[in-house]
């Protein structure tokens, strides 16, 4: 069974630092995606990482990925305010079947203090 | 112009009654998915639907049961609710997803069962 392990799940930071989540899964995988949700919000689409190596950058948010490893990061750089958010990546398993399984992490919910 | 919309915004509703909620997307895409979080904000998918054919239907009560009419519209029908389906329900959508594509959230509708 697929399981995702994002670390932390929570985290307080103040502007200016830099820091890291983690996104760990259980199963070979090579389709890895990034969602920022606000308070009260939906989920909005950060990145979509579809290749072992792949690494993409928005701002002062990079994301990338190691298949070998089955680990994908989210670094932020320089944080500000607005980047105050839960973070969730989800992990992406296409069969023979056509059956897309998509599980999601359980989010790492980030306060950047000012 | 909005993407991905569901109605209605807020339910709510008492135990034993029977609910639906709509979803709509006017990106042309191929599948659409329910997910329900709940009040830890743990993402969990219910249904997928690939050009109106069930592809994924994970360990949710007969009580729910989805409907597609066309590839644009997926409602989430709920019989008998209990007070554990109070959350949040999100459709999302996304091309076919053998080409990984990341998914679309509507804004979600927030369920209360008292």
């Known amino acids: 069974e697929l399981k995702v392990e994002q670390n932390p799940l929570f985290l307080s930071m103040q502007e200016g630092k830099n820091y890291t989540i983690y996104c760990n899964y259980s199963t070979t995988s090579d389709r890895l995606y990034w969602y920022r949700q606000d308070p009260g919000k939906s989920l909005e689409s950060l990145f979509v990482?579809?290749?072992?190596?792949a690494v993409k950058q928005e701002g002062r948010l990079m994301a990338s990925l190691d298949t070998k490893a089955r680990l994908s990061t989210l670094h932020i750089t320089a944080a500000v305010h607005d980047l105050s958010a839960t973070y969730f990546c989800a992990v992406d398993i296409i069969n023979m079947n056509r059956d897309d399984k998509i599980i999601f992490g359980k989010g790492t919910r980030l306060h950047i203090l000012p | 112009d909005t993407a991905v919309s569901q109605t209605p915004k807020y339910l709510v509703t008492q135990m034993g009654n029977d609910k639906s909620i709509k979803c709509e997307q006017n990106?042309?895409?191929?599948?659409m998915y329910w997910y329900k979080q709940d009040s830890k904000k743990f993402l969990k998918i219910m249904f997928s639907?690939?050009?109106?054919?069930?592809?994924i239907n994970e360990t949710v009560p007969n009580r729910f049961s989805p409907k597609s009419p066309d590839k644009a519209h997926l409602n989430l029908h709920i019989n008998s609710l209990e007070l554990g389906d109070s959350a949040v329900y999100f459709c999302?959508?996304?091309?076919?997803?053998?080409?990984?594509?990341?998914?679309?959230f509507g804004p979600g509708t927030r369920l209360t069962v008292t």
């Open positions: 999302a959508s996304s091309q076919d997803p053998g080409r990984s594509y990341e998914q679309y």
């Open positions: 990106l042309g895409h191929d599948t």
């Open positions: 990482l579809l290749s072992n190596g």
């Open positions: 639907y690939n050009n109106k054919e069930l592809i």
